[in-house]
């Protein structure tokens, strides 16, 4: 017998995706250096909306989505991005530079020890430390 996936309550997805919603609007609407009231303002709505919708008590319908993306000059994929697809853009990003793509397509080829040793090199490379022998 296969076993059977159980998929989450919708209420759990549902609330899950208020609060990714809800971190991505405050972390736009302060990159952009625009207070609640501002954003509130650019999208006709009292100032105690946005607090909600930040805050996760208030999650907002697809047209309340798209004024926002409006108003924060953003298309609304941005605002319900999930861990993976921000992953993926961040990869995506990083093998844009032809030295790093070049690295990672190598990568596989390597055995744990010899990718151990790289990824440590990077990292120290990262936050400027020095290997001494």
Avoid: W
């Amino acid at each position: 017998m296969a076993p059977q996936l159980v998929a989450s309550p919708p209420a759990q997805n549902t609330t899950e995706a208020g609060l990714r919603v809800a971190a991505q609007v405050r972390e736009i609407r302060r990159a952009r250096h625009l207070s609640q009231r501002q954003l509130a303002g650019r999208m006709q709505v009292p100032r105690t909306y946005i607090s909600k919708i930040e805050n996760g008590k208030a999650i907002p319908t697809l047209g309340s989505l798209e004024r926002l993306a409006s108003a924060l000059e953003v298309d609304v994929c941005q605002l319900v991005r999930d861990a993976r697809s921000l992953r993926e853009e961040e990869v995506a990003a990083i093998l844009s530079e032809p030295f790093l793509a070049e690295i990672a397509a190598l990568l596989p080829a390597l055995d744990s020890l010899h990718r151990t040793l790289l990824y440590g090199a990077v990292r120290d490379a990262a936050i400027g430390r020095r290997r001494t022998a």
